[in-house]
């Protein structure tokens, strides 16, 4: 997924949304996202683990159903709902 340092500028998301992030993390509630990472949308049920600041830029480090860990950046998400 997305790398820290990526080209474009970090948009600063919602102090309400970081929180709803943080809940969701809290109670392993599992999240249906949809993000972008380049030019890829992505639409997926993933299971929150943590979050993260890496040069200045929030990720949500999560479980796909797949197993594979994605760190995703905050400002890439373009919708969350609870799965």
């Given amino acids: 997924m ?16 970081y929180s709803e992030y943080e809940v969701a993390i809290l109670h392993r509630q599992k999240l249906h996202l ?8 992505y639409d997926q049920v993933v299971l929150p683990l943590d979050l993260k600041t890496v040069q200045h830029e929030e990720f949500l480090v999560c479980r796909a159903a797949s197993g594979e860990t994605l760190t995703i950046r905050l400002d890439h998400i373009q919708r969350m709902e609870p799965a």
Wanted: aromatic content about 8%.
């Fill in 2 to 17: 997305t790398e820290p340092g990526n080209q474009d500028p970090y948009a600063p998301i919602a102090c309400a949304r």
């Fill in 34 to 41: 949809r993000w972008h990472d380049a030019n890829v949308h």
